[in-house]
């Protein structure tokens, strides 16, 4: 240790430029940086559905698009302002880069039998012809068609939908987001022809387009605020401008070089690891302050600039590099989970975690040294505080243990009250158009989600023979049975439609065909239909060996539909031949899986990094006993705050419980600092009570000034752009603040009792 302590010493000058010079070519990196917003961020990699979509979206070429609601404040979109509204946006539907088609309800076309009743192709006829009398019997006729009902109309009228289809040139995500942006230049131009009426628009660039925006936001605008923050408090309990300063200067160039190395590692950011360059800052904040605080303490002893940081050194390397170690641990725990998003977060943090450590250690000193201290600043802002905590643990350290131990007990008794469930939009600003055209979805017309299946027959035109035809018909009606759903778009229906319409809409011939050329000749008839008609979606392959099913659900949680999808593959699994193969080809399932798959990931790898980060502070602390009892503080906060948050509101994402194995990597710092400390005294010979106050003297300003820096910077994410944070913000702000209140008014009783009772002392007072 002395001769470490010698070489950071003496070689400081040195090692800060290789610091500064090193620090300076990696942090070009993130010039290099992107962000990646699609799904793959947020799925997991380990869910076999996955590849089944794959495959079905090969076999189906989804079609791009992006839907425009038009909801009407006075409950009838069949008014002449809002129809003009869709008129306008079916001519312009050209402003939308790339865009080939539209449908709505202004080029939708009647059926055969209404065609004839109203001597015209479409539902509307031209606008400026209507009359009042016109747009009631209009109303009548477009409720009165029930596939329209289920898909562009709510049953009340109060709600169109428009879709506008593009063929992107390109994959790429500045492509993508491009044509978003002219997406939202042509709503925003509605909206301003149209003020009266509500419109909005949604699709997947769109999710990406708001997730990628919301991620900017907090990027140019939250975490400079928060980095304002911190500084802000650094300057009030350190009494000092210049050492605030410099601590910052130490944590800039942390992340500088943490976003460096994922630029130049080509590494995306994506919606959750796109936090971890704050967490970062806020880490190397935390191991600054543990080298400046002792430092001025020795100066308030009167001891050298050059002795005071040598003093600081020798109480810090370990605990700061025993908190770096589990620190690294606790998030590099998060790559147990297969899902992109948790991992790239636990590896960017960890990364940053020893960036930090070691800017610490070879920038930090030279530049300590070389601030001018003419007068020497007051003690730390928090000095008085830490002096009535050491008083209380003093004189009430018994209430304190029993209070503390009752809470966690009770706490821990109320996590099962909490369920796990997952939003797939909660990355998203919850008040943007995709959360309110679902909600309306759900509620008015009821296909908010939908359930995708690809059937292959195994054959070349093996869909057009009789058997294949029966089973598929078998398995709509059984379907459309089911209370679980809104609509089944069955490839069998469009087959009696169309054997239907083509006897004279006869009743009775709405019955499958049996002819295979009648069938073939059908399926033709479909394939020159949607080259014309934008609404219509391919629902057999280019082989007329599969078909593609959607089962419309609305309204389920992602256990009911879980229950429902696996009630599908139970009748599949019974009453479908083998040679059919069923595949999924959506990833409605793959975000419902994410709550029993993740969290039982995340459960896992946090038990792993619980174990590890236990062994090593056996190891680091070099005694079983006390690195065991750290064991309490590390894990409770945790459980005392979701407990609560159990009683309190009741749903987590899975996405959230990460923030167990986050907040073990968070608070360890404090337990580490407190427990090294009181060992240090204890070795020394003092008493347990002596030895806790020496800690608290030590270690207590510290931790506290770290505490309050992280619960600053995280609670300020209240004002993310985006709900997951907002959540995160709620549960790791109260998380870091009772990790600091056991670290000071529960482990240091715990300490006292344990050592008295196992070295049979006589009872104190504590």
């Given at each position: 240790?002395?001769?470490?302590?010698?070489?950071?010493?003496?070689?400081?000058?040195?090692?800060?430029?290789?610091?500064?010079?090193?620090?300076?070519?990696?942090?070009?990196?993130?010039?290099?940086?992107?962000?990646?917003?699609?799904?793959?961020?947020?799925?997991?990699?380990?869910?076999?559905?996955?590849?089944?979509?794959?495959?079905?979206?090969?076999?189906?070429?989804?079609?791009?698009?992006?839907?425009?609601?038009?909801?009407?404040?006075?409950?009838?979109?069949?008014?002449?302002?809002?129809?003009?509204?869709?008129?306008?946006?079916?001519?312009?539907?050209?402003?939308?880069?790339?865009?080939?088609?539209?449908?709505?309800?202004?080029?939708?076309?009647?059926?055969?039998?209404?065609?004839?009743?109203?001597?015209?192709?479409?539902?509307?006829?031209?606008?400026?012809?209507?009359?009042?009398?016109?747009?009631?019997?209009?109303?009548?006729?477009?409720?009165?068609?029930?596939?329209?009902?289920?898909?562009?109309?709510?049953?009340?009228?109060?709600?169109?939908?428009?879709?506008?289809?593009?063929?992107?040139?390109?994959?790429?995500?500045?492509?993508?987001?491009?044509?978003?942006?002219?997406?939202?230049?042509?709503?925003?131009?509605?909206?301003?022809?149209?003020?009266?009426?509500?419109?909005?628009?949604?699709?997947?660039?769109?999710?990406?387009?708001?997730?990628?925006?919301?991620?900017?936001?907090?990027?140019?605008?939250?975490?400079?605020?928060?980095?304002?923050?911190?500084?802000?408090?650094?300057?009030?309990?350190?009494?000092?401008?210049?050492?605030?300063?410099?601590?910052?200067?130490?944590?800039?160039?942390?992340?500088?070089?943490?976003?460096?190395?994922?630029?130049?590692?080509?590494?995306?950011?994506?919606?959750?690891?796109?936090?971890?360059?704050?967490?970062?800052?806020?880490?190397?904040?935390?191991?600054?302050?543990?080298?400046?605080?002792?430092?001025?303490?020795?100066?308030?002893?009167?001891?050298?600039?050059?002795?005071?940081?040598?003093?600081?050194?020798?109480?810090?390397?370990?605990?700061?590099?025993?908190?770096?170690?589990?620190?690294?641990?606790?998030?590099?725990?998060?790559?147990?989970?297969?899902?992109?998003?948790?991992?790239?977060?636990?590896?960017?943090?960890?990364?940053?975690?020893?960036?930090?450590?070691?800017?610490?250690?070879?920038?930090?000193?030279?530049?300590?040294?070389?601030?001018?201290?003419?007068?020497?600043?007051?003690?730390?802002?928090?000095?008085?505080?830490?002096?009535?905590?050491?008083?209380?643990?003093?004189?009430?350290?018994?209430?304190?243990?029993?209070?503390?131990?009752?809470?966690?007990?009770?706490?821990?008794?109320?996590?099962?009250?909490?369920?796990?469930?997952?939003?797939?939009?909660?990355?998203?600003?919850?008040?943007?158009?995709?959360?309110?055209?679902?909600?309306?979805?759900?509620?008015?017309?009821?296909?908010?989600?939908?359930?995708?299946?690809?059937?292959?027959?195994?054959?070349?035109?093996?869909?057009?023979?009789?058997?294949?035809?029966?089973?598929?018909?078998?398995?709509?009606?059984?379907?459309?049975?089911?209370?679980?759903?809104?609509?089944?778009?069955?490839?069998?229906?469009?087959?009696?439609?169309?054997?239907?319409?083509?006897?004279?809409?006869?009743?009775?011939?709405?019955?499958?065909?049996?002819?295979?050329?009648?069938?073939?000749?059908?399926?033709?008839?479909?394939?020159?239909?949607?080259?014309?008609?934008?609404?219509?979606?391919?629902?057999?392959?280019?082989?007329?060996?599969?078909?593609?099913?959607?089962?419309?659900?609305?309204?389920?949680?992602?256990?009911?539909?879980?229950?429902?999808?696996?009630?599908?593959?139970?009748?599949?699994?019974?009453?479908?031949?083998?040679?059919?193969?069923?595949?999924?080809?959506?990833?409605?399932?793959?975000?419902?899986?994410?709550?029993?798959?993740?969290?039982?990931?995340?459960?896992?790898?946090?038990?792993?990094?619980?174990?590890?980060?236990?062994?090593?502070?056996?190891?680091?602390?070099?005694?079983?006993?006390?690195?065991?009892?750290?064991?309490?503080?590390?894990?409770?906060?945790?459980?005392?705050?979701?407990?609560?948050?159990?009683?309190?509101?009741?749903?987590?994402?899975?996405?959230?419980l990460m923030l167990f194995s986050i907040s073990i990597g968070l608070v360890v710092d404090d337990s580490v600092h407190v427990l090294s400390k009181y060992i240090v005294a204890r070795r020394e010979g003092e008493s347990p009570e002596a030895a806790v106050q020496y800690s608290l003297d030590k270690a207590g300003s510290a931790i506290t000034i770290t505490t309050l820096s992280l619960a600053v910077g995280t609670f300020i994410l209240v004002l993310s752009n985006t709900f997951y944070y907002q959540n995160v913000a709620l549960l790791l702000t109260p998380i870091i603040i009772v990790a600091l209140l056991l670290d000071l008014l529960f482990l240091p009783p715990l300490l006292v009792r344990f050592d008295n009772w196992l070295e049979r002392r006589k009872p104190s007072s504590v």
């Amino acid at each position: 240790m002395a001769r470490l302590i010698n070489f950071l010493l003496s070689q400081r000058y040195l090692l800060a430029t290789l610091s500064i010079l090193l620090g300076g070519a990696i942090s070009l990196g993130a010039l290099k940086t992107t962000i990646n917003s699609s799904d793959d961020a947020i799925l997991s990699e380990d869910d076999p559905y996955r590849l089944e979509v794959a495959q079905v979206n090969k076999d189906f070429p989804p079609s791009t698009s992006v839907l425009f609601a038009f909801m009407s404040p006075e409950g009838d979109v069949f008014n002449r302002d809002m129809l003009q509204a869709m008129q306008d946006l079916t001519d312009r539907y050209t402003d939308v880069e790339s865009a080939v088609s539209v449908a709505s309800l202004i080029n939708r076309r009647l059926d055969a039998v209404d065609a004839d009743i109203h001597e015209r192709d479409y539902l509307l006829p031209e606008l400026d012809e209507l009359t009042a009398q016109d747009l009631v019997k209009i109303r009548e006729i477009a409720l009165a068609d029930k596939d329209l009902t289920q898909s562009m109309l709510s049953p009340e009228g109060d709600m169109a939908l428009a879709v506008i289809k593009f063929h992107a040139t390109s994959e790429e995500q500045a492509t993508q987001l491009r044509i978003a942006k002219t997406v939202i230049d042509l709503r925003d131009s509605l909206r301003e022809q149209y003020p009266e009426q509500n419109i909005y628009v949604l699709g997947r660039i769109l999710f990406e387009y708001d997730s990628y925006n919301a991620q900017i936001k907090d990027a140019k605008y939250l975490f400079p605020i928060v980095m304002l923050t911190i500084l802000g408090l650094m300057y009030f309990c350190l009494r000092s401008l210049s050492f605030a300063l410099a601590i910052a200067v130490v944590s800039v160039m942390s992340v500088g070089l943490t976003v460096g190395t994922v630029g130049w590692a080509q590494v995306p950011f994506n919606q959750i690891s796109n936090m971890g360059p704050l967490v970062v800052f806020m880490i190397a904040m935390a191991d600054s302050i543990h080298l400046v605080s002792v430092y001025l303490q020795g100066l308030h002893k009167s001891l050298s600039k050059f002795e005071a940081l040598r003093e600081s050194l020798r109480v810090n390397i370990q605990p700061v590099t025993l908190a770096t170690v589990t620190t690294a641990m606790g998030f590099l725990s998060l790559n147990y989970c297969a899902s992109p998003g948790i991992y790239g977060f636990g590896n960017v943090v960890a990364m940053g975690v020893v960036w930090a450590f070691l800017v610490t250690f070879t920038l930090l000193p030279a530049l300590i040294l070389l601030l001018p201290v003419k007068k020497v600043p007051e003690p730390l802002g928090v000095k008085g505080f830490i002096n009535f905590v050491a008083k209380l643990v003093a004189n009430h350290g018994k209430r304190l243990f029993w209070g503390s131990l009752l809470l966690i007990v009770v706490t821990f008794a109320m996590l099962p009250l909490n369920k796990v469930d997952f939003d797939r939009f909660s990355f998203i600003d919850k008040d943007s158009d995709f959360h309110t055209v679902i909600s309306a979805l759900a509620e008015k017309i009821g296909n908010d989600q939908s359930l995708v299946y690809s059937i292959n027959s195994g054959k070349y035109y093996g869909i057009t023979e009789p058997e294949f035809l029966r089973k598929i018909e078998e398995f709509s009606i059984w379907l459309e049975e089911q209370p679980q759903t809104s609509f089944v778009t069955s490839y069998t229906g469009f087959l009696k439609n169309r054997n239907m319409a083509e006897n004279d809409n006869d009743p009775a011939w709405e019955v499958l065909p049996e002819d295979n050329l009648q069938i073939i000749d059908y399926l033709v008839g479909y394939q020159l239909v949607q080259e014309i008609e934008p609404q219509l979606e391919p629902i057999f392959n280019s082989e007329y060996s599969a078909i593609r099913m959607v089962v419309g659900t609305s309204n389920l949680s992602n256990v009911q539909l879980l229950d429902f999808s696996e009630a599908i593959e139970d009748w599949i699994t019974l009453n479908m031949d083998p040679a059919y193969d069923v595949m999924h080809g959506d990833n409605s399932i793959l975000y419902a899986r994410l709550n029993k798959m993740i969290s039982l990931q995340l459960m896992e790898g946090f038990t792993l990094s619980f174990l590890l980060i236990t062994a090593t502070l056996l190891v680091g602390l070099k005694s079983v006993r006390y690195g065991l009892l750290s064991m309490m503080p590390n894990l409770f906060p945790a459980t005392i705050v979701f407990g609560i948050w159990g009683l309190l509101v009741g749903e987590l994402s899975p996405y959230i419980l990460m923030l167990f194995s986050i907040s073990i990597g968070l608070v360890v710092d404090d337990s580490v600092h407190v427990l090294s400390k009181y060992i240090v005294a204890r070795r020394e010979g003092e008493s347990p009570e002596a030895a806790v106050q020496y800690s608290l003297d030590k270690a207590g300003s510290a931790i506290t000034i770290t505490t309050l820096s992280l619960a600053v910077g995280t609670f300020i994410l209240v004002l993310s752009n985006t709900f997951y944070y907002q959540n995160v913000a709620l549960l790791l702000t109260p998380i870091i603040i009772v990790a600091l209140l056991l670290d000071l008014l529960f482990l240091p009783p715990l300490l006292v009792r344990f050592d008295n009772w196992l070295e049979r002392r006589k009872p104190s007072s504590v």
